[in-house]
C-alpha cells in the first residue's frame, strides 16, 4: 500500500521557537495532503489542505501566519509552527491522497512538545 | 454545522462480538470511512461506504444507511489487539474535495 513518512517523530522545543515537520509520499504522488492536530483522548481536527504548487487551504480559527504550509513538490509538504508555545504541544499528522476521491494515506505522526 | 457522534468508551470480551455506532449531520456527504488508531500512532483504514448497505471484510463490517445518517462497524472474533480507538469520518464537500471530519473516536477495551 502507499506509504507516508513524517520527520521527525519526536521534538521537543523551548517556547519562541519554530519548528518544521516533513510529510513524505514514498511510492506515490500525492496531489493532495491534509494536516490535522490531535490532542489528548480526542479526534482528528483538519487545520489545512495542501495541493502542489498552490496556496493551503486552512480551516476556520487556524492561523495560517503561525501555521506555516509548504507543499512544494508531489512527494513533500512542509508544516512549520512557528513562535510555538505550550498550549501549540500536540500530536501533528499528515495524510495524503492521490486524486481526489481516494483514501487518504496517514503519516505515522510527529509528536511535538513546547516548554 | 457538523457533527458525527461516537460512544467514547466500550468494552467487550476476547472472542466476542462488538458494534460501535457513529451517527452524523454533516452539510454534504461523499462517504463515510472507519479508521483504527492505536494509542500514539496514525490511523489505519479499515472500511469504506459511500452508498446504503453493509460492507464486508474479513472480521469487519461496516453498514451506512444514508437518509438515518447512520453507520455502525461491527468486529467479529474479537482479538486482543483490537483494542484502540475507531474514528468514523464522512468525506465532506462538494464533489471532488476530499475533505473529511472526524468523530472523537471510541475507545475499545478487549478483556480476555
Known amino acids: 500500500g502507499a506509504v507516508v513518512s513524517q520527520h521527525p517523530s519526536r521534538v521537543i522545543c523551548k517556547s519562541g521557537t519554530s519548528v518544521k515537520i516533513e510529510c513524505r509520499s514514498l511510492?506515490?504522488?500525492?496531489?493532495?495532503m491534509f494536516w490535522y492536530r490531535q490532542f489528548p483522548k480526542q479526534s482528528l481536527m483538519l487545520m489545512a489542505t495542501s495541493n502542489e504548487g498552490s496556496k493551503a487551504t486552512y480551516e476556520q480559527g487556524v492561523e495560517k501566519d503561525k501555521f506555516l504550509i509548504n507543499h512544494a513538490s508531489l512527494t513533500l509538504s512542509t508544516l512549520t509552527v512557528t513562535s510555538a508555545h505550550p498550549e501549540d504541544s500536540s500530536f501533528y499528522i499528515c495524510?495524503?491522497?492521490?486524486?481526489?476521491?481516494?483514501?487518504?494515506?496517514f503519516g505515522p505522526g510527529t509528536r511535538l512538545t513546547v516548554l | 454545522g457538523q457533527n458525527i457522534d461516537q460512544p467514547t468508551e466500550m468494552t467487550a470480551t476476547e472472542g466476542a462480538i462488538v458494534q460501535i455506532n457513529c451517527t452524523y449531520q454533516t452539510s454534504g456527504f461523499n462517504g463515510l470511512f472507519w479508521y483504527q488508531q492505536h494509542a500514539g500512532e496514525a490511523p489505519t483504514f479499515l472500511s469504506y461506504?459511500?452508498?446504503?448497505g453493509l460492507e464486508e471484510k474479513g472480521r469487519f463490517s461496516s453498514f451506512l444507511s444514508r437518509s438515518k445518517g447512520y453507520s455502525y462497524l461491527l468486529l467479529k472474533e474479537l482479538q486482543m489487539k483490537d483494542s484502540a480507538s475507531y474514528l468514523c469520518a464522512v468525506r465532506d464537500g462538494p464533489g471532488g474535495y476530499n475533505k473529511l471530519i472526524f468523530g472523537a473516536g471510541t475507545r475499545l477495551a478487549v478483556h480476555p
Open positions: 495524510s495524503a491522497t492521490i486524486g481526489s476521491y481516494n483514501e487518504q494515506f
Open positions: 461506504n459511500v452508498l446504503d
Open positions: 511510492d506515490f504522488q500525492a496531489t493532495t
